[in-house]
């Protein structure tokens, strides 16, 4: 193994343990924030988007800046990456989608606790944008 190599792997796997601890620590307040009664929406999201976050930059440096080519930069073209990683951005987007309905369920029991009156209507706009998800990634992977 090279240096650069070597060096790459540490510097890569310390990011990812040090986002990793951010991520519990935020997770915790979150957790702490929810048995408090407090609204937990937005945190919650920005919570997640910062996870996702993290895992495209490391798929990118990996992927565009340090491949796997002995450290030169890809050769490869932008539409002939995406059609290669169709597969993976497909489940990519389920797996977030069912995260933000995840998210969507817990605001629901959070009206239902609070006896809002509008948690009827919301339950059915949470339910039609989970089966506008799941068909849309039907018809994402009859295409693909």
């Known amino acids: 193994m090279d240096q650069f190599a ?44 910062s996870l996702v976050a993290v895992g495209i930059i490391v798929l990118a440096v990996d992927t565009f800046i340090v491949p796997a080519s002995g450290g030169r930069i890809a050769a490869t073209s932008v539409p002939g990456l995406l059609l290669g ?25 959070n009206k239902v606790r609070n006896g809002d009156e509008d948690t009827y209507d919301y339950l059915i706009r949470w339910f039609g944008s989970l089966m506008f998800l799941f068909s849309l990634g039907y018809v994402i992977s009859l295409i693909l």
């Not at 796997?13 to 915790?28: E, P, T």
């Not at 987007?93 to 995260?99: A, D, K, T, Y």
Request: charged share 15%.
């Open 85 to 109: 990683y169709a597969y993976e951005t497909h489940h990519l987007v389920v797996m977030l989608g069912i995260v933000v309905a995840i998210l969507g369920l817990i605001k629901i029991y």
């Open 6 to 49: 070597w060096a790459y792997s540490v510097v890569k796997s310390s990011c990812i343990y040090i986002s990793v601890i951010a991520s519990l620590v935020a997770g915790f307040r979150i957790y702490q924030k929810w048995n408090r009664g407090d609204d937990i929406e937005s945190a919650l999201f920005l919570w997640v988007g």
